[in-house]
T-cell receptor, first 111, second 108 residues
Framework: DAGVIQSPRHEVTEMGQEVTLRCKPISGHNSLFWYRQTMMRGLELLIYFNNNVPIDDSGMPEDRFSAKMPNASFSTLKIQPSEPRDSAVYFC?????????FGPGTRLTVT | GIQVEQSPPDLILQEGANSTLRCNFSDSVNNLQWFHQNPWGQLINLFYIPSGTKQNGRLSATTVATERYSLLYISSSQTTDSGVYFCARTWNDYKLSFGAGTTVTVRA
């Protein structure tokens, strides 16, 4: 298996622009997670999907953030409008039973 | 909340040395995982080890659930072992509580 796939790997954008991050989970995994990692706050869970349904979005910082999972093999995390404080590494992870597997991450820089 | 304490916070090793990293939990050890975050930022699964001992090459891990701790052993360390090692446990069915990590630097 190719593992969790994320794109793009790096994104540099200007404040106010829309950013869309993409994730393909491991085939057969029915749980998908979006995390954000910063030096100050470490790894934070943003949203958790089970069987394509959002179960817990309490970690989504504010209304500028939205996530979708239209099918079992694809999810997006969108930030609109982006702000400099959104700069971080965003990870997608999928789960089989209780073991989570992380994608390579997207390094987002908002200038 | 769930507390996950890792020690030591930093470790500097000479290539070829062995080391032990520790993870203590304030609550039960549920579905413990060890990860390695390499210098490029990738989070790599090392072990899923809710109890017992597992080995994978030069790495091995032991979890003693009754005493709420887990150990990660690195033998014959190599420069590619550098990075941050995290332990994490599952709570509330899906949430992962991460420790602060142990930063390992292996010098040639």
């Amino acid at each position: 298996d190719a593992g969790v796939i994320q794109s793009p790997r790096h994104e540099v954008t200007e404040m106010g622009q829309e950013v869309t991050l993409r994730c393909k989970p491991i085939s057969g995994h029915n749980s998908l997670f979006w995390y954000r990692q910063t030096m100050m706050r470490g790894l934070e869970l943003l949203i958790y999907f089970n069987n394509n349904v959002p179960i817990d979005d309490s970690g989504m910082p504010e209304d500028r953030f939205s996530a979708k999972m239209p099918n079992a093999s694809f999810s997006t995390l969108k930030i609109q409008p982006s702000e400099p404080r959104d700069s971080a590494v965003y990870f997608c992870a999928s789960r089989s039973n209780y073991e989570q597997y992380f994608g390579p991450g997207t390094r987002l820089t908002v200038t | 909340g769930i507390q996950v304490e890792q020690s030591p916070p930093d470790l500097i090793l000479q290539e070829g040395a062995n080391s032990t990293l520790r993870c203590n939990f304030s609550d039960s050890v549920n579905n413990l995982q060890w990860f390695h975050q390499n210098p490029w930022g990738q989070l790599i699964n090392l072990f899923y080890i809710p109890s017992g001992t597992k080995q994978n090459g030069r790495l091995s891990a032991t979890t003693v659930a009754t005493e709420r701790y887990s150990l990660l052993y690195i033998s014959s360390s190599q420069t590619t072992d550098s990075g941050v090692y995290f332990c994490a446990r599952t709570w509330n069915d899906y949430k992962l509580s991460f420790g602060a990590g142990t930063t390992v630097t292996v010098r040639a």
